[in-house]
């Protein structure tokens, strides 16, 4: 393997940033850790941050099915950014004059199952970690899907 620059730093929403060779090392490394349990998964150099491991071997499970109320109390907006956010943030994917249907970094805050996707960045914003949402919002989808196929067993559809 070439020698890679071992030096890790912080991207701007600090995320560290590796190269692809210390990436396949660290894979490597680990997976040896765990006596070959777990195969590598290649990682592109297109990748912005390390993927998030999800292995249930890497787990304490502390709980099922987290309350879908919880979720509900999430509200979604429609909005269009101000202005002075369109020039503060120029160039950002996104921030533009359009209209746009999501929710709000602070709503997110309020809420246990998604304080956790909720960044500050340099400038004192916060932002949202979309991936790591990502993961939240599919566990949840998993449990409302579970509850629309128990009330439909109980409608006998």
Aim: glycine share 6%; charged share 25%; no cysteine.
């Amino acid at each position: 393997m070439a020698d890679t620059d071992t030096s890790q730093k912080k991207d701007s929403e600090g995320f560290f940033s590796w190269s692809k060779g210390d990436k396949e090392q660290a894979i490597q490394a680990f997976a040896q850790a765990l006596g070959n349990m777990a195969k590598p998964v290649p990682i592109t150099t297109a990748d912005a941050r390390p993927n998030f491991s999800s292995d249930e071997r890497l787990k304490n499970i502390l709980g099922e099915n987290a309350p879908v109320d919880s979720f509900a109390r999430i509200q979604s907006y429609i909005y269009k950014y101000k202005p002075e956010a369109q020039q503060l943030l120029a160039g950002q994917e996104h921030v533009d004059n359009q209209k746009h249907y999501g929710v709000m970094a602070q709503d997110l805050l309020k809420n246990e199952l998604t304080k956790s996707t909720v960044k500050q960045d340099e400038k004192g914003f916060l932002t949202i970690d979309t991936a790591k949402l990502t993961t939240v919002n599919t566990a949840m989808i998993a449990d409302i899907a579970r509850e629309i196929v128990k009330i439909e067993q109980a409608l006998g559809m």
